[in-house]
C-alpha cells in the first residue's frame, strides 16, 4: 500500500493525550521529508469516532496508518486496538502501537489484539525521531528503498491538547 507511489501523502491518525509526544510526532514528520498529513485524537472516542466518519464520508478518507498510545484517558490503547481490529472497515489499516512500557505483557497483549508494530518510546528526542521516520518511509515506500519527499499537513480533532 504505496499512498507515496501515486505522489498522495501518507494519511497518519496519532492517537496520543500527550502535547510533548504531539509535538515530537509533528516535529519528525516535517524533517522526515516524507509527504504526510498527520490527525490527531486526544483519546480512544475521538479516534474511533473519526474512522467511523471517514468510513461513511465519501469526502473523507481513513488513514493510511494508526500511531497509537497504550496509554489514554477513557478506553485504553489495547481497547480501542482491539475495537479497531475488530471492525471490517478498519481491521486493513496498520496500527502502531507506541508506549513507554517495556513490559513483556503489554507488548504481547498488543500483538495478541493484532498490532503491526510495537514500538518503546525513546526519551531521548532524536531516537524518537529517528524511529517515527523510518516507519513513515517504510509505508510510504511500501517497503521499498527510496520514496517521495514532500510536505507534512496536520490537524487535529477532540477535546483536550494544543
Known amino acids: 500500500m504505496s499512498q507515496q507511489a501515486e505522489g498522495k501523502p501518507v494519511d497518519i491518525l496519532l492517537v496520543d493525550d500527550n502535547p510533548g509526544d504531539i509535538r515530537l510526532t509533528r516535529e519528525a514528520l516535517q524533517e522526515g521529508q516524507v ?3 498527520l490527525r490527531v485524537a486526544y483519546n480512544g ?4 469516532a473519526l474512522l467511523r466518519q471517514a468510513a461513511n464520508d465519501a469526502n473523507m478518507t481513513l488513514p493510511d496508518i494508526i500511531f497509537l498510545d497504550l496509554n489514554l484517558p477513557g478506553m485504553n490503547g489495547l481497547e480501542i486496538l482491539a475495537e479497531i481490529k475488530g471492525d471490517d472497515r478498519f481491521r486493513h489499516i496498520p496500527v502502531v502501537v507506541f508506549s513507554t512500557s517495556e513490559d ?3 507488548i504481547c497483549r498488543a500483538y495478541e ?3 503491526s508494530c510495537y514500538v518503546v518510546k525513546q526519551s531521548e528526542v532524536e531516537k524518537f525521531t529517528e524511529v517515527l521516520k523510518s516507519l513513515v518511509r517504510l509505508l510510504a515506500t511500501g ?3 527510496g520514496g517521495q519527499t514532500g510536505a507534512s499537513t496536520q490537524e487535529e480533532t477532540g477535546s483536550g491538547g494544543n
Open 35 to 37: 509527504s504526510s498529513r
Open 143 to 145: 517497503g521499498q528503498k
Open 104 to 106: 513483556d505483557r503489554d
Open 45 to 48: 472516542r475521538d479516534a474511533l
Open 113 to 115: 489484539h493484532s498490532a
